[in-house]
Structure formats: C-alpha cells, structure tokens
C-alpha cells in the first residue's frame, strides 16, 4: 500500500512560469514532509521541507503547500528554469519511527527554454 | 556535501556471488540508511542503522544483510546476488536533533550494482 503518492510521473513547463509538484498522503501520523531533487547519476538532494504545524514555506523560488485536511502537499517552482529539469521527490516522516522516511515514486519535471 | 562516500560507484557482478557495498561517512551522524531506487518505485528502504551494532530492517530487506562496527561506516551486503538486485544503491545519513532542520536526511552519490 502505497502511503506517499505522485501521481504525475511527468510534467513539462516553460521556462520563467511555474512548476507545481503535487502529493498526496495516506497517513495520518506522518508530521514532517521533504521535498528532494535528484539529477541523473547523483544522489538526491534535500530542497525544502515542511512541518505538520505550518502550511506553507518558502525559500528563494521554492514553496512548498501543506493542506493536512486534504493529505495533500504541493511544490511550487517560481519562476522555472532549465537547470530546474530533475526528478522530484516527495518523502514523509512520522515521529518515533527512527526518522524513516517514505518516498513518493517521483515526478520528472522538465522545464523548456 | 554532507561528508558521505559511497563504494564502488559501479559494479557487475554474476548471480550467486556476494557483494558488499560501502557507506561512509565523516559528519559522526548516528543514523545511517540504505534505499533502493528502481524504475516506478521510488526509492525504498533496505535496512537502517540507529547506531554501532543497532540495526534494523526497512520494507525491502529480504536478501540483505548490514553491518555497523563504527559510527562512520554502514555495509551493505548481497549474500547470493540476485539479478533481481539489479538497481542503484543510495547510502543516507542524519542527526535528528542537531540542526534546525532535523529529520532532514542526505544522500551519497549511489553505487549502480548491475547482477548478470
């Protein structure tokens, strides 16, 4: 059963609008929500992250959205650029399970000049 | 960089032999883990470390092994590789306490092990 869920394998934008990532989450204990770029040959890197008591963060062009009724969270590229192309992650954490994360499949995003 | 290694980069190997795959770190980060990323399924956990000699087992253990003697190193094992176990390896570390951003966990550049 999958907890964490990206439903859009892919999604293609141009360059300078915005990317919107979405996932969504079956688990009601999970309090803490990642956010992880990875690019081709390289291991994934951290991007942003959210807690379960905020429902938004920012930082430079990325925020993430956290709508807890709704199990759902959002990544949002503004504006996009071509160096932006990767594979996104999603990934979420309860307490007290040894920081075990678990990952969505990934969305690639490809972002057009 | 999060001071994380991983050994070898590349591998092939045949079916039937063992393989054991090398995770290290230098940020004394007590926690240690092992995924798997394959086509369509994201990356899934192996096996994770809460410490020297604590480990456990994530959703994907079966056919591996780990070993932590010392808080920098984390090992990987195949006992009978499997081609199954074709897939690249990622090693992750984290500290839970220690930075504002304490559940965050950072990856090593992953061993792409290939079993024929």
């Known amino acids: 059963d999958q907890q964490v869920k990206q439903n859009s394998p892919s999604l293609s934008v141009q360059e300078g609008r915005i990317s919107i990532l979405n996932c969504d989450y079956t688990?009601?204990?999970?309090?803490?929500f990642l956010w992880y770029k990875k690019y081709p040959a390289e291991g994934p890197t951290f991007l942003i992250s959210i807690s379960s008591i905020k429902d938004k963060n920012e930082d430079g062009r990325f925020t993430v959205f956290l709508n807890k009724s709704a199990k759902h969270l959002s990544l949002h590229i503004v504006p996009s650029q071509p160096g932006d192309s990767a594979v996104y992650f999603c990934a979420a954490l309860s307490g007290g399970s040894n920081y075990k994360l678990t990952f969505g499949k990934g969305t690639l995003l490809t972002v057009n000049p | 960089d999060a001071g994380i290694t991983q050994s070898p980069r590349h591998k092939v190997t045949e079916t039937g032999t063992p393989v054991t795959l090398r995770c290290h770190q230098t940020?004394?980060?007590?926690?240690m883990y092992w995924y798997r990323q394959d086509p369509g399924h994201g990356l899934r956990l192996i096996h994770y470390s809460y410490g020297v000699k604590d480990t456990d087992k994530g959703e994907v253990s079966d056919g591996y092994s780990v070993s932590r003697s010392k808080t920098e190193d984390f090992l990987l094992t195949l006992e009978s590789a499997t081609s199954s176990q074709t897939s690249v390896y990622f090693c992750a570390i984290t500290d839970p306490g220690l930075a504002a951003s304490t559940d965050t966990q950072y990856f090593g550049p992953g061993t792409r092990l290939t079993v024929l």
């Open positions: 688990n009601s204990m999970f309090d803490y």
């Open positions: 940020e004394n980060h007590r926690y």
